[in-house]
């Protein structure tokens, strides 16, 4: 279980852990820049073969989700003509896990997270307390994606994410509702949250809250991940074949307002 007090704390000893470590080499030759699939995905031409490289230890929106283009806007400026390629492994469809860096030496993985424009992802590499320092900062400050407004116009509501459970007791896969997150109202006023979400690193967990959803002033709901009945204070994911929704590893949970703008966020 992680509480908002801790999570100051975890991110110092994190990036604490990392001071001193070698990052990596940056390569020597550069290679052709095919094209741009999206913020985290390009096609570089590597020994002749066109070849599609996945930017290792980021995500950005989807196609189609807010700020999608901004992101492919930006990876397409800095990758330019060409990039310099660190990896060596490949992800489940077969595509290339790379830092990618610029001629003149800028990794452009770290620079689209330090931008707002990419979310950190906790996977085992070598840059990652970097990168999840970067995104902490970026947050911070509110650039990019990160802006109060910048999937639209954002709400006067005062809701924060209180605590999570990312552990559930025994076999997270057996026990999807022993893993939840807890949202809490912190203004003055009853907030509607039908249209709201919440999402983790990934790409396929999002939650939606029901339409006619209200929160109270002083109120909090409990969002387990498997299935079950609703109430004013208990929504369910609807994991009900006990897939798992938080990491145990670590992973970061994301709040989003009706416009989709972040309203807050919690790393683990």
């Given at each position: 279980?992680?509480?908002?007090?801790?999570?100051?704390?975890?991110?110092?000893?994190?990036?604490?852990?990392?001071?001193?470590?070698?990052?990596?080499?940056?390569?020597?030759?550069?290679?052709?820049?095919?094209?741009?699939?999206?913020?985290?995905?390009?096609?570089?031409?590597?020994?002749?073969?066109?070849?599609?490289?996945?930017?290792?230890?980021?995500?950005?929106?989807?196609?189609?989700?807010?700020?999608?283009?901004?992101?492919?806007?930006?990876?397409?400026?800095?990758?330019?003509?060409?990039?310099?390629?660190?990896?060596?492994?490949?992800?489940?469809?077969?595509?290339?896990?790379?830092?990618?860096?610029?001629?003149?030496?800028?990794?452009?993985?770290?620079?689209?997270?330090?931008?707002?424009?990419?979310?950190?992802?906790?996977?085992?590499?070598?840059?990652?307390?970097?990168?999840?320092?970067?995104?902490?900062?970026?947050?911070?400050?509110?650039?990019?994606?990160?802006?109060?407004?910048?999937?639209?116009?954002?709400?006067?509501?005062?809701?924060?994410?209180?605590?999570?459970?990312?552990?559930?007791?025994?076999?997270?896969?057996?026990?999807?509702?022993?893993?939840?997150?807890?949202?809490?109202?912190?203004?003055?006023?009853a907030t509607a949250l039908g249209g709201w979400s919440i999402q983790d690193e990934s790409s396929s967990h999002?939650?939606?809250?029901?339409?006619?959803f209200v929160l109270s002033s002083g109120a909090r709901v409990r969002i387990s991940s498997g299935c079950g009945?609703?109430?004013?204070?208990?929504?369910?994911?609807?994991?009900?074949?006990?897939?798992?929704?938080?990491?145990?590893?670590?992973?970061?949970?994301?709040l989003l307002d009706v416009s989709g703008n972040v309203v807050d966020r919690f790393a683990f």
């Amino acid at each position: 279980m992680v509480k908002r007090t801790a999570l100051l704390v975890a991110i110092a000893l994190l990036a604490t852990a990392c001071n001193g470590a070698a990052a990596p080499t940056v390569p020597a030759g550069t290679e052709p820049v095919v094209r741009v699939l999206d913020g985290d995905s390009l096609v570089v031409d590597v020994g002749g073969t066109e070849t599609e490289v996945r930017l290792l230890g980021i995500n950005t929106p989807e196609r189609d989700e807010c700020f999608d283009q901004e992101a492919r806007a930006r990876a397409r400026e800095l990758a330019g003509e060409r990039v310099r390629l660190a990896g060596g492994d490949t992800d489940r469809f077969g595509r290339l896990l790379a830092y990618a860096y610029t001629e003149d030496g800028t990794l452009i993985n770290q620079q689209l997270v330090a931008e707002g424009m990419a979310l950190a992802l906790s996977t085992d590499h070598a840059l990652e307390a970097d990168f999840k320092a970067a995104e902490q900062d970026a947050f911070d400050e509110r650039l990019g994606r990160w802006q109060t407004d910048a999937c639209g116009p954002p709400g006067d509501t005062d809701l924060a994410i209180e605590e999570l459970n990312y552990d559930a007791p025994g076999d997270d896969s057996q026990n999807s509702n022993g893993e939840w997150i807890d949202i809490i109202n912190e203004g003055s006023n009853a907030t509607a949250l039908g249209g709201w979400s919440i999402q983790d690193e990934s790409s396929s967990h999002r939650f939606r809250f029901p339409d006619g959803f209200v929160l109270s002033s002083g109120a909090r709901v409990r969002i387990s991940s498997g299935c079950g009945t609703p109430s004013a204070d208990h929504l369910f994911w609807g994991e009900c074949d006990g897939d798992a929704v938080w990491s145990n590893s670590g992973d970061t949970a994301y709040l989003l307002d009706v416009s989709g703008n972040v309203v807050d966020r919690f790393a683990f």
